[in-house]
């Protein structure tokens, strides 16, 4: 993860997320976070997409190093998952405490939800007043529970994400959306994500060798879609 780490350094991202399933244990992350933020340059971003955690877990995340999460109130969050709304803002309100500055996004976007919940989720991530929010859909696990209703077109997602960009006001600067895709860069997502590693809607442990995009692709896509771009850390999470 080190060597993954200064790659991705090496080819010019703004930040190094690093991304860990909910159940990971909270010292291994540390531990493992410790070593990656050794190696990389001083001013180099670091972004932790973990589970949820508490006041002291937050105070230890920025004094390693970390300047910001990625958290979010999921759609469907309590409903299709066991997890309250409640437990989400919480984690969101201890990061802040800590110095944190927090990203969220509407997600993970399926057929299923209606423009009401859309709306909803849309307005709370406005509310948290985070530094970036977004949309991104859902890549569902074959054979679970919500793989029968599909996956919302590519099409559809830059309608959903054009809505939030103008419901997010002009304080909030980052539009992020996930998978990258011109359409959702034309439709004003400022903010992509390249991945390597492992990834839950990959089917092989190395995602870069298919769906995940490197910093190359994920640059070229903003091109694309006439965006300029930041060379240097992210200013979104080095302002507040």
Avoid at 164 to 169: D, E, F, K, N
Avoid at 204 to 212: A, F, L, V
Wanted: charged share 25%.
């Amino acid at each position: 993860m080190v060597f993954q780490a200064r790659q991705y350094e090496a080819e010019k991202a703004n930040a190094i997320y690093l991304m860990a399933t909910a159940n990971y244990p909270f010292d291994k992350f540390i531990e493992t976070s410790k070593e990656i933020r050794r190696a990389l340059k001083r001013d180099t971003v670091l972004v932790a997409n973990i589970g949820d955690f508490t006041l002291a877990q937050a105070q230890e995340l920025k004094k390693i190093g970390f300047s910001g999460i990625y958290h979010a109130v999921r759609l469907g969050e309590s409903r299709d998952t066991s997890i309250p709304i409640e437990k989400r803002l919480e984690t969101m309100t201890y990061a802040k405490e800590a110095g944190l500055l927090v990203g969220t996004c509407v997600e993970p976007v399926g057929t299923e939800h209606s423009v009401d919940e859309l709306v909803e989720k849309t307005l709370m991530t406005r509310d948290i007043k985070p530094v970036y929010s977004g949309a991104a859909r859902r890549i569902p696990i074959p054979h679970t529970t919500l793989a029968h209703n599909g996956v919302v077109t590519e099409a559809k997602m830059a309608l959903i994400l054009a809505v939030v960009r103008l419901a997010l006001g002009e304080e909030i600067q980052g539009n992020c959306t996930h998978e990258p895709n011109t359409l959702g860069a034309f439709a004003g997502a400022n903010l992509f994500w390249a991945e390597v590693g492992s990834n839950p809607r990959d089917t092989i442990k190395q995602t870069e060798k298919k769906r995940g995009m490197n910093v190359k692709d994920c640059i070229s896509i903003l091109y694309e879609a006439e965006w300029m771009v930041l060379e240097g850390p992210s200013q979104l999470y080095t302002t507040k």
